[in-house]
């Protein structure tokens, strides 16, 4: 299962974050590393979608996509030399969660751009560490193998950029360059979620503060769009609105004026972050969203059900949930010719229906 770290200084809502996520009893407490070992959970993706086809066939079960939730100890300036950092190497995607709440009783800056400042810093120093250990090795080996030198260039262009306390998804590094530093697992080699965390009584805050954090990220287009997503919320009340019951819980953000809320959003960003899309099955007996990379071909969906669908694969028949849902149902949408059969070379595209049909 696919995960994503939330990472931020000491008292930015990680902890808090983290149990309004995945329903945990992470620590949350007004004082550095509380959190010094990282927790890790799972967080359901919210999917109305499934909902309503599971509405559809009557399903007496529904099961959602989910990712894992890891709560990595808050960092501090000199964290790159080990403090704070823990497994983030481990995380396929990272959440910056900054600070952006006032509040006199909880020690630390409140500007997030200040938090921003220092994250940033320290995951770009912990990457220059190991691309200069990686550079000199490659540049030994470019020596003797020519085809080595394509990787020993490309991190010396990233250690100018990190030297330079610059995060490699802000740099004007090459695809090709990031393509071939991908494999070691650098921290800032990746898209980035930030979720700017203001008081519960500050909500309309959100758009000033979400947009000064945007322009900090993205100072004269240095960042593309599709490299950076950041979302405002208070973290408190969404915490808070995890506790209640669906209903309970809609009517108090209702009441509040936000909707699903942020932590909905949230979650399916970080999903999308990760390159991550969701095909759907359903029936009387379950209606479940399954997980595939952006761009899988047929028969790798199909083995996310069971290998053996994967191996003795034949065809998927296959309906965009949409036009499903327009229809009505499966046999309906059968009889009016909707149902495709799609062959190997089919790719999934977000939001598929579908039945497989193999032979083992």
């Known amino acids: 299962m696919e995960r994503f770290g939330l990472v931020g200084l000491p008292n930015a809502g990680k902890s808090s974050l983290y149990n309004a996520l995945t329903g945990g009893g992470a620590l949350a407490a007004p004082y550095a590393f509380a959190t010094k070992d990282p927790n890790i959970g799972v967080a359901h993706v919210p999917d109305p979608r499934l909902e309503r086809l599971a509405e559809l066939s009557s399903s007496k079960k529904v099961v959602h996509a989910a990712v894992q939730v890891v709560d990595i100890g808050g960092l501090v300036e000199g964290a790159s030399k080990g403090e704070g950092l823990g497994n983030i190497r481990e995380v396929d995607a990272i959440v910056f969660v900054l600070r952006a709440f006032r509040d006199p009783d909880v020690p630390g800056p409140d500007d997030p751009l200040e938090h921003l400042r220092v994250v940033e810093l320290e995951l770009a120093l912990a990457d220059l560490e190991t691309v200069e250990s990686r550079l000199a090795r490659s540049k030994k080996a470019a020596r003797v193998d020519r ?214």
């Open 147 to 360: 085809s080595a030198e394509e990787e020993a260039a490309a991190f010396q262009r990233a250690h100018d950029i990190l030297a330079a306390g610059t995060p490699i998804y802000r740099s004007a590094l090459s695809a090709d360059d990031r393509e071939v530093l991908a494999p070691h697992f650098l921290l800032t080699n990746r898209r980035v979620l930030a979720v700017v965390n203001v008081g519960e009584n500050e909500l309309d805050r959100i758009p000033a503060e979400v947009a000064r954090v945007r322009a900090e990220f993205a100072p004269e287009g240095s960042v593309q769009a599709s490299e950076v997503e950041v979302i405002g919320m208070s973290v408190q009340l969404e915490a808070e609105a995890a506790q209640l019951d669906a209903l309970d819980r809609a009517e108090m953000l209702e009441a509040l004026g936000l909707g699903e809320g942020a932590l909905a959003a949230m979650v399916r960003s970080a999903y999308h972050l990760l390159g991550l899309r969701t095909y759907f099955t359903t029936g009387e007996k379950e209606s479940r969203a399954w997980t595939f990379r952006a761009g899988s071909k047929a028969p790798e969906c199909a083995g996310k059900i069971h290998s053996d669908i994967q191996r003795g694969f034949i065809r998927a028949e296959v309906i965009h949930c949409d036009e499903l849902l327009a229809i009505g149902s499966w046999n309906k949408a059968k009889e009016l010719g909707k149902i495709r059969s799609e062959g190997k070379d089919y790719e999934f595209v977000d939001g598929d229906v579908t039945e497989f049909r193999f032979n083992v």
